[in-house]
C-alpha cells in the first residue's frame, strides 16, 4: 500500500532548503519527502507552493522568500538566464565554488565510498564570466521572424537571445551577426513539430590565442537558399572568420550535428593554443569550451601523470589529442584512441605541428581498442582517461586493472560517474591519492575534476 504523502498538490508551505540538486534547484525535505524547487537556495526560508507530486519527490514554485541566503546575488533576468544555460548566475561566484566542491566531496563519499581522499580546494577564474570559445544556438521562429537562442524549458517555443554573459564577445557577435543575416535573407527556420524548413542551428567558435573564427550552418537540407549572399555578407561582417562549415543533419532528433559536413568558404580548421602547443579545431571535434581553465586543468592532469620522459602514455576519449600532445612533451610516447574519426584527423595534424613524432593516435571506442592493445602486449605506465559524461565503460575499467599501469589520472567532467569509477579501480587495486576540482563553466552546474590513482601494490610484470 502506498504511504500517504505528506502534501498535496496546490498546498502552500514553509520550508528550508538544504541542499541544490544537480541543475541547480533548492532541496526542501517535508518529513523526509524530497522538494526540488527552482531557485531556491541553501539555507534559505521560504513558502513554495506544490505544483506536481511524484510517489518519490515534489516540484515547488518559490512564492516568497523569508531568509535569504548570502549568496545569493541580483540578476537582471531569470528567465534568459537560466534557460540560457546558467543555472547558478544566481548565486554569487563564491558560492558556486563552495556548493561545487562540496557536491564532489559528498558523492566521492557516498557514491565513491572513498572517506580518506584528499579533496583540494576548487580552483576558479579570476573573471568567472565571458569565457566560452563556443556556443551553437538552436533556430526557429516566431511571428513570422527567425529567432534564435534557447528552448524555454518543456517547451519547443525558442527564446530569443542575442548574448551569454559566458560566452566571449567574439562569439556572442558571430551569432548574432550570422542569425541578422540569415533573417534579412529570409533563411526559413527550421520547425522541430513539422520537420519542415531549413535553418537548425547556428555555431560559432574562436581560437581566444589566435583570434580566429569558425561559423558553422547546421540545416535541415543539403542546400541552402542565398548561399552565395550569405558567405558574402558572413565575411565582410565578421572579419576574424577563418571559416565557415555547412553541416547537413536531415534527422528528426535532439542531436544537433549531421553527419555530412561541407566547407563553404575558408579553411577546414581554425588554430588555437594551449600553453605553447597549437591546434587545429574542426567543425566536429570537440574542444574545451574554457581556454583559460582548461590549461590549469591540464597543468594539473599533466603533474598527476608525473612523468619523467620514459614512460609509455594511454590517453583514452583523446578528442583531438589536446591532453595527449601536453603529455608528449614529457613522455617517451603517447598513444591517444577516441571515437570521432575527424578528431583523430585533427589529432595527427596537430602532432605534425607542434613537430611531435612522438604520439600515435587511433579511432576507436576505447572500450575495445585498448584491451586489444592490451593482449597485443602493448602496456602503459600511465593511463589518463577523460570521459564523456555518462564516465568510462566497464570493460575499459576492467582492462586498466588488468594492465596494471603504475599511475592512472582520470578526467572528469561528471563527479557521480567519476566516484562510482574510482570505486571500481579501488576494489581493482588502485589508491586514489587526490582529487582535483576545477571550475571549467563557471555560473552553470557543470564540475570538472582530475584525480590522480596509484597502484597499490607495485606488482608490474
Ligand atoms: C570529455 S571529451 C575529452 C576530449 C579531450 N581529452 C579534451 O580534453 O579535449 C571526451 C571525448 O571522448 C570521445 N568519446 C566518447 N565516447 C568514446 C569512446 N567510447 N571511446 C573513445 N572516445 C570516446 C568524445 O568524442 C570526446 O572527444
Known amino acids: 500500500m502506498n504511504r500517504a504523502l505528506p502534501v498535496n498538490k496546490n498546498d502552500y508551505i514553509d520550508v528550508v532548503f538544504e541542499d541544490l540538486t544537480h541543475d541547480g534547484a533548492g532541496v526542501a525535505k517535508v518529513e523526509g519527502y524530497p522538494l526540488f524547487v527552482p531557485n531556491g537556495l541553501p539555507g534559505e526560508k521560504a513558502k513554495v507552493k506544490i505544483i506536481k507530486v511524484n510517489k518519490s519527490y ?167 537558399p542565398h548561399k552565395k549572399e550569405l558567405i558574402e555578407e558572413i565575411i565582410a561582417r565578421l572579419p576574424k572568420v577563418k571559416s565557415i562549415v555547412h553541416n547537413v543533419n536531415s534527422k528528426r532528433t535532439n542531436v544537433i550535428l549531421g553527419e555530412k559536413t561541407n566547407l563553404l568558404w575558408g579553411s577546414e580548421v581554425i588554430y588555437d593554443y594551449i600553453g605553447d602547443v597549437k591546434f587545429a579545431i574542426s567543425a566536429l571535434s570537440f574542444y574545451q569550451v574554457n581556454p583559460v ?37 614529457k613522455a617517451r610516447k603517447v598513444f591517444g584512441v577516441e571515437v570521432v574519426p575527424e578528431a583523430i584527423e585533427d589529432a595527427r595534424r596537430n602532432a605534425a605541428l607542434n613537430g611531435m613524432t612522438n604520439a600515435e593516435f587511433a579511432v576507436g571506442e576505447a572500450e575495445v581498442v585498448i584491451p586489444k592493445w592490451y593482449k597485443e602486449g602493448n602496456k602503459a605506465d600511465v593511463l589518463v582517461v577523460d ?65 590522480q590513482l596509484i597502484l597499490k601494490c607495485d606488482t608490474v610484470k
Do not use: W
Open 58 to 224: 515534489g516540484i515547488g514554485r518559490l512564492i516568497e522568500l523569508y531568509e535569504q541566503s548570502p549568496y545569493r546575488v541580483d540578476i537582471p533576468d531569470s528567465e534568459k538566464t537560466k534557460y540560457g544555460g546558467c543555472q547558478l548566475e544566481h548565486i554569487s561566484y563564491e558560492g558556486q565554488l563552495k556548493y561545487k566542491e562540496n557536491q564532489v566531496r559528498q558523492v566521492l563519499t557516498r557514491i565513491g565510498k572513498l572517506e580518506d581522499v584528499t579533496v583540494h580546494p576548487i580552483l576558479g577564474m579570476d573573471n568567472p564570466l565571458s569565457y566560452r570559445n563556443k556556443a551553437q544556438v538552436p533556430v526557429g521562429e516566431k511571428d513570422g521572424k527567425l529567432v534564435a537562442g534557447f528552448f524555454k524549458q518543456r517547451s519547443h517555443e525558442i527564446v530569443d537571445m542575442d548574448e551569454s554573459v559566458i560566452q566571449l564577445p567574439e562569439v556572442n557577435e558571430a551569432i548574432q551577426t550570422a542569425k541578422e543575416i540569415c533573417r534579412r535573407l529570409g533563411i526559413p527556420a527550421y520547425n522541430e513539430e513539422t520537420h519542415k524548413g531549413v535553418l537548425r542551428h547556428i555555431m560559432a567558435r574562436y581560437g581566444k590565442q589566435t583570434g580566429e573564427l569558425m561559423v558553422v550552418l547546421i540545416t535541415r537540407t543539403p542546400e541552402i
Open 293 to 329: 581553465q582548461t590549461k590549469v586543468l591540464y597543468d594539473k592532469a599533466l603533474e598527476y601523470a608525473d612523468l619523467d620522459g620514459e614512460e609509455s602514455v594511454i590517453d583514452a576519449y583523446c578528442g583531438i589529442g589536446t591532453i595527449s600532445l601536453f603529455l608528449a612533451q
Open 387 to 451: 570521459p564523456p559524461r555518462k564516465g568510462c565503460d566497464e570493460a575499459l575499467l576492467q582492462t586498466i586493472i588488468d594492465m596494471k599501469p603504475r599511475k592512472v589520472v582520470y578526467v572528469s567532467c561528471n563527479p557521480a560517474t567519476l566516484a562510482r569509477d574510482l570505486r571500481i579501480l579501488e576494489d581493482g587495486g588502485y589508491k586514489t591519492l587526490e582529487v582535483q576540482p576545477v571550475d571549467m563553466f563557471p555560473m552553470t552546474t557543470h564540475v570538472e575534476c582530475v584525480a
